[in-house]
């Protein structure tokens, strides 16, 4: 699944006038300041407008109605942006409310703090660009090709501003004794900062707002009842089967799982092939316990059944949005069609043939901070058999591993130490008993 062949209709949460084909000019008249900045809230894209507002008032899908957007008055009325303007586009990525990230959703908006303890609207109250800092437009972002600026040290003047990391306002010892009780246990949890990313810990559950959808298998979507689409919904309210997407599973307050990860990705991209070894994992997380910059990190789980060319052992670039006659499946419902379509656009062979194939990919959380007395305790990882970080391998991790040979050690000094405290006191009642 990708923006091209389906340019209109993706570019409508893309920042961009008019981006409907991969020749788009990126100059500053064609970047669209208003999406951010509209503190009215009246600001709206046309969702298959290629990134245009409604300038007269315009149905969707033959059923919403989009208001034609008074530019006059947005334009006198822009400001910093919000949660909202945000929000409007990351809230809904992937098709709906929370779907595709499962940290961010629209209780986003006004989160208590057993949400998010940054941006409780009762308590802290942060936007998205507390953290998120800008430079000349740039926007500080924490999972992309290359690690986010900014140093694992308290954030100054200097650093331009750079605050994305969490050590960037906590330090890499964040977790202050008492003044009254010096708490070993502080201190060892302050030891972890090397190793253990801060989200790891804090973030003990994602999906804690809104559902997120775990599972999307393309492969059985197509299907009418009556020549009528299908869509039925499950216990979220959410749908289990829609003929335009096919069959979705959902989840809430859900267990991450845990990579090592320094900031950076490898993905599958476009045209490079892949065996069926399934799944395949089309983004992943790049680190190791060797790597200096890579910490344990939390992630979503996205699993997914999504169409393959068997014979050039390519996944599939489907065209789904457009009019009949173009090859969009959501016009027309035909997999060869919409793959021979897709892979024209995305300039890539198609030998005709559509199976499919299952894949995942994760997705790192960095939000929604749950307040700390509901952090994970010790014996979340630290325990023989179904921590947390079973998976993790690397490193050794007490009460997870052990070395025999070391227990054969501890043993045998416990051992040593039971004879010469026996011997003394054994020593002891005799010289007391003599001295009688």
């Not at 994970?376 to 007490?398: D, F, M, T, W």
Request: some cysteine; glycine content about 10%; aromatic content about 10%.
């Amino acid at each position: 699944m990708a923006v091209t062949s389906n340019w209109c209709r993706c570019t409508s949460c893309h920042a961009g006038y008019g981006w409907k084909d991969k020749n788009f000019d990126f100059s500053e008249e064609k970047i669209d300041c208003l999406v951010c900045h509209d503190t009215t809230g009246t600001y709206k894209k046309f969702p298959t407008d290629c990134g245009y507002p409604p300038l007269k008032d315009k149905l969707f899908a033959g059923k919403k109605l989009f208001k034609a957007v008074n530019l006059s008055y947005v334009a006198q009325h822009v400001g910093h942006t919000t949660r909202e303007s945000c929000g409007k586009c990351h809230f809904y990525s992937g098709g709906g409310d929370g779907v595709k990230r499962g940290d961010i959703d629209s209780t986003l908006i006004a989160p208590s703090k057993e949400i998010d303890v940054h941006m409780d609207a009762k308590g802290l109250n942060f936007t998205c660009s507390t953290c998120h800092t800008t430079v000349a437009h740039e926007i500080d972002g924490r999972h992309y090709d290359s690690p986010a600026p900014g140093r694992r040290e308290l954030a100054f003047p200097r650093y331009e501003g750079h605050r994305v990391r969490c050590e960037s306002c906590h330090g890499v010892r964040p977790h202050k004794p008492s003044k009254k009780l010096f708490d070993w246990r502080l201190v060892k949890l302050n030891d972890h900062t090397d190793r253990v990313a801060c989200q790891t810990c804090h973030i003990p559950l994602y999906a804690r707002g809104k559902p997120t959808n775990i599972y999307w298998d393309w492969s059985t979507a197509g299907r009418h009842k009556d020549g009528k689409p299908i869509v039925k919904k499950g216990p979220f309210g959410r749908p289990e089967y829609h003929t335009k997407k096919g069959t979705l599973k959902w989840g809430k307050n859900l267990v991450p799982v845990y990579f090592w990860y320094n900031g950076t990705y490898s993905y599958v991209l476009p045209g490079e092939r892949v065996e069926k070894r399934e799944p395949v994992v089309i983004i992943r997380p790049n680190g190791s316990a060797e790597d200096p910059e890579a910490r344990i990190f939390p992630f979503k789980p996205h699993f997914g059944k999504q169409p393959y060319d068997p014979v050039n052992k390519l996944l599939i670039v489907p065209k789904l949005f457009g009019p009949k006659g173009s090859g969009a499946f959501w016009a027309e419902f035909d997999w060869k069609k919409s793959a021979a379509a897709g892979m024209a656009a995305a300039g890539l062979p198609f030998s005709g043939q559509v199976d499919f194939i299952e894949t995942v990919y994760y997705h790192a959380l960095s939000h929604m901070v749950a307040p700390k007395d509901k952090a994970l305790k010790c014996e979340a990882c630290h325990i023989r058999q179904g921590g947390r970080l079973a998976n993790i391998s690397g490193v050794y991790l007490p009460g997870r591993d052990r070395l025999v040979e070391l227990d054969k050690i501890g043993q045998a000094l416990c051992l040593i130490a039971l004879l010469f405290v026996s011997v003394h006191g054994l020593a002891r009642i005799i010289i007391s008993l003599k001295r009688k």
